[in-house]
């Protein structure tokens, strides 16, 4: 059996590596081919693009990750509104190029399915290639667990389909599932506080229309 991994918050010095650990963690998936369907520069522009999201989350949000650093979470505290990245479009433009279209438009629809109400939003899960089945993954949502139900708060994530049942087991259920034109299906999921009577709503503004799905192979 597996040690439990000791789990750490991400420095500055690490926001590097943990773009690069998601692009590989994404870079077979179905999503990715959707987004970047040419596999020659896809993982370059998955590690780009993915590179402005956690550098905006040691601002406005959390990084975990394993000790072995084969395993992270990426969240945003979206307990009011946050700004996007500084200077989105023309970054994701620049990373992204005739992509970006496709990127934009995962946003755009995942900004709509968000709740309004105060929440915390797993946007990333991602364990590396060869550390699957290693149970990190399991270990990283533990540890989100806990520290949700330490705040008693709201967490919200998309996700993939083949990973609903992880979720399932922390807590999470189904909400809506959202079909991208000739692509997957990205599932919205929500793991309510351990002591609160609050009722799902949606985002009905275009405030911070930038959000990504919660991503494991």
């Avoid at 991400?10 to 081919?33: N, Q």
């Avoid at 002591?195 to 494991?216: A, K, V």
Wanted: net charge neutral; charged share 20%.
């Amino acid at each position: 059996m597996d040690s439990v991994p000791r789990i750490r918050a991400a420095r500055w010095a690490d926001k590097d590596h943990v773009a690069a650990l998601i692009a590989d963690a994404l870079d077979p998936s179905p999503l990715a081919t959707w987004l970047i369907p040419d596999p020659g520069p896809r993982r370059r522009i998955l590690t780009d693009v993915l590179g402005i999201w956690v550098e905006h989350a040691l601002f406005y949000g959390d990084i975990h990750l394993t000790d072995d650093a084969t395993a992270a979470t990426v969240g945003f505290h979206r307990y009011r509104p946050i700004p996007p990245p500084a200077n989105y479009p023309t970054r994701l433009g620049d990373t992204a190029g005739a992509h970006s279209e496709r990127f934009d438009l995962l946003d755009r629809l995942l900004a709509t399915d968000r709740p309004t109400e105060p929440h915390y939003h797993l946007a990333f899960l991602a364990v590396t290639p060869n550390a699957r089945r290693s149970g990190h993954g399991t270990s990283l949502l533990s540890h989100h667990r806990s520290r949700l139900d330490q705040v008693n708060l709201l967490s919200w994530t998309s996700t993939t389909s083949d990973a609903q049942s992880l979720h399932a087991r922390h807590g999470y259920t189904p909400e809506s599932a959202i079909q991208l034109p000739d692509g997957p299906v990205i599932c919205s999921m929500r793991r309510n506080p351990l002591h609160s009577d609050i009722q799902p709503t949606r985002s009905t503004t275009t405030e911070d229309q930038t959000s990504h799905p919660r991503l494991r192979p």
